[in-house]
């Protein structure tokens, strides 16, 4: 309604002022600043109830001597509007720097508008007030509200009443009696709470109240005449050292609350698991006083296995460890009820087994310090769906055993996403091998991930079927549907993707560094369509693709980055060339057509470079005088084709196959070394040879 009755008095103004000529811009451009300086006070009065909540939460934790264990900024466009403020006991607290109220438009010699300033103070007694600009803030009987509560005395008992006196003698006569005790002294009442004063704006005035909202007292106006609008109500400076954070109200009234290490009167840790505190006192409470100083803690240099498993569910106050440098062998092997733990800042390694089996861990936290983490560190938590790797974290490695089921977080079921930071170099064996709900893999920018490692046993039954086990990095990974190679990566190791039967997308860049694709790699990725073989790759282990309908890659197509590179490739075996059951190539991002020429200097072809597959359709290979070797079925195909061979010293020829040898072809080699190309008995058996003259 306050709206409304502001624009048809805008209109009216308007309209007396230019009969002539209506021109309504100016009445929406007034009226849209109105509505953005009421959004605006309307942010400061939400952030102020915030701050006076925080306020509140603060003198409470100082009265009962609670510390701070974290104090994280707020941002907001790269600039800190606020703080998170984390206590050990009290609840976590968000306090606001201020936010600007926008000028009026076109002020003149107009009223500021008004900010309450709402602290804090501290009076005679000792006990926390409301202030309100510096003054009071009283109720409606003129006393000062209190900022915390605080419990009435116990009232003083009564005193016994006094014996009566005893009867004149008489005859038979009778003693008095004696008087009564006086009544005990009844427990004075608990003192009332501290109460939360509120604040709001309506009709563009502060209120204030300090009964749930029951009634409400006028302040001043919020918004200005023309002038500016309040602005910056109750800031709250927050500065920290190493001991304390210190609370500097807009009053100038400064609140000290201690840190985790420095806390008065609380020099012991105060632990959320009794099973957790009996353990750490039979083993560290060196003073014998029933509790585990911080001193205590720190000057631990080692964990052992007192924990290993135990029934421990909570365990956050390992941070307070801050003696140790690792996580040691088997600390919390099979503590199948551990829920939570935070891990010191400091330590650089979480070692071999340190995690083993914890089926109800949710989330770890791995401090940056940390530089390895050992096999099958976390194996087995199968609840576990976060890990998280702190900024600018110092990890290098993540183990493995080859051939074996070791894996750092290997069969962790629940794990869905994992984000590599970018200082880690080597993945391990089986590192995340059976995490079937693992969907994405994320690698810092600018990693420096080298090599996935991984191993394959592999073998034949005795009824002369074969068998094979992936020990990869990412081996039976069912969920991964795709993956960004670091660009940076030499070797996937061997199994590294195997059994990865969604995979669809791997996305590699021409100018990958990637080097070594191992034995069966990508075995059992049948969903994978299409893949990007690199200028600089070497070698490519055998069945790296599959080797049978079961478990082999179809690709659609398969993507060469460099031609002459192709040709220097070492394939494992057949199934080795990502080609053979490919549905077509791009070389060099062209595809494939009936002509293949093989660049100059290029000197060897190497064994199965060209075997089946999409190679069929070729009707026409040339190959250029460089050339020395060209290996088993190098050139092999179902086809026959017409080969131009320029080399005047005739190639070394691997073995070939009959059936994909293009057995049947033509091939011109140079006239003058006819006869020796005719003595090769690899080209004779196959090939009708013809000399030719190349000069012309």
């Not at 009824?463 to 030499?490: H, K, R």
């Not at 600089?536 to 179809?554: F, H």
């Not at 050139?635 to 057995?663: A, H, N, Q, W």
């Amino acid at each position: 309604m306050k709206k409304l009755l502001f624009l048809v008095a805008i209109i009216a103004t308007a309209f007396v002022s230019s009969c002539d000529k209506f021109d309504d811009s100016e009445i929406w451009n007034k009226l849209e600043n109105h509505e953005n300086r009421i959004s605006a006070l309307e942010e400061l009065c939400k952030q102020l109830n915030t701050n006076i909540n925080a306020l509140q939460t603060i003198v409470n934790a100082l009265e009962k001597n609670d510390y701070i264990t974290n104090v994280s900024p707020i941002r907001k466009d790269g600039d800190i509007i606020g703080y998170t403020i984390t206590f050990a006991h009290s609840d976590t607290i968000t306090i606001y720097n201020g936010a600007d109220g926008k000028d009026g438009a076109d002020g003149k010699d107009g009223a500021d508008g008004y900010t309450p300033q709402i602290g804090v103070m501290k009076d005679t007694d000792g006990i926390y007030y409301w202030t309100v600009d510096g003054e009071w803030l009283l109720d409606a009987k003129g006393n000062k509200i209190k900022a915390v509560g605080q419990d009435g005395k116990d009232g003083v008992d009564g005193e016994d009443g006094k014996d009566g006196q005893n009867g004149t003698n008489g005859t038979d006569g009778e003693d008095g009696k004696d008087g009564q005790n006086g009544a005990d002294g009844k427990d004075g009442q608990d003192g009332a709470d501290g109460v939360t004063p509120r604040l709001k704006i309506e009709n563009d005035y502060w209120y204030v109240s300090y009964d749930n909202g029951a009634t409400w007292i006028e302040l001043g106006k919020a918004t200005g005449e023309d002038g500016a609008d309040g602005s910056d109500g109750n800031s709250i400076t927050i500065t920290q050292d190493e001991e304390n954070v210190y609370f500097e109200l807009a009053d100038g009234e400064i609140i000290t609350i201690a840190k985790k290490y420095s806390v008065k009167g609380a020099d012991f840790i105060d632990f959320d698991d009794v099973a957790v505190k009996t353990i750490c006192i039979q083993n560290w409470d060196m003073n014998y006083d029933g509790e585990l100083s911080y001193d205590e803690a720190a000057a631990v240099t080692e964990l052992g296995t007192v924990f290993k498993g135990t029934n421990i569910r909570l365990f956050n106050e390992l941070q307070y460890f801050i003696g140790l440098e690792c996580i040691g062998d088997n600390s919390f092997y099979e503590c199948t009820s551990l829920v939570a733990v935070v891990l010191p800042a400091q330590i650089k390694s979480i070692n071999q087994q340190a995690f083993y089996g914890c089926h109800a861990l949710r989330t770890i936290t791995i401090p940056s310090s940390v530089e390895e983490i050992g096999n099958s560190a976390f194996y087995g938590c199968s609840i576990l769906k976060n890990v998280i790797f702190e900024k600018q974290s110092k990890l290098k490695q993540i183990l493995g055993v080859s051939k074996a089921d070791k894996g750092a977080f290997q069969n962790c079921t629940g794990l869905k996403q994992i984000h590599i930071p970018a200082s880690v170099e080597y993945i391990g064996s089986s590192t995340f091998k059976g995490c079937s709900s693992l969907e994405g893999v994320l690698f810092e920018g600018n990693s420096n991930l080298k090599e996935l490692k991984g191993s394959v046993k592999s073998g034949t039954y005795g009824g002369g079927g074969s068998y094979y086990e992936c020990y990869g990095a990412f081996s039976d990974c069912t969920s991964l549907s795709s993956l960004v190679l670091p660009i940076n990566l030499q070797v996937i190791g061997d199994g590294s993707f195997g059994g990865c039967t969604n995979l669809s997308s791997i996305s590699i860049e021409e100018n990958a560094d990637i080097k070594v694709v191992g034995e069966y790699a990508f075995i059992g990725c049948k969903s994978l369509k299409s893949i990007l073989i690199p200028s600089g790759v070497t070698s490519i282990g055998k069945n790296a693709w599959g080797y049978n309908d079961d478990n082999e890659c179809s690709f659609t197509f398969v993507h060469i980055a460099n031609l002459a590179n192709w040709c220097k490739i070492t394939f494992g075996n057949s199934y080795a060339n990502p080609t053979y059951q490919a549905g077509d190539v791009y070389v060099e991002n062209e595809i494939l057509g009936t002509e293949l020429i093989i660049p100059e200097d290029v000197k060897m072809i190497n064994d199965y470079a060209f075997y089946y597959g999409p190679w069929n359709k070729v009707k026409t290979i040339s190959i250029p005088t460089s050339v020395t070797y060209i290996g088993q079925s190098a050139l092999g195909s179902s086809t026959k084709c017409t080969i131009y061979c320029k080399p005047v010293t005739p190639p070394t020829f691997g073995d070939m196959y009959r059936g994909f040898s293009r057995e049947g072809s033509t091939i011109y080699v140079p006239i003058e070394s006819l006869n020796d190309y005719k003595e090769l008995k690899t080209l004779k058996e196959y090939y009708t040879i013809i000399g030719y003259d190349f000069s012309e």
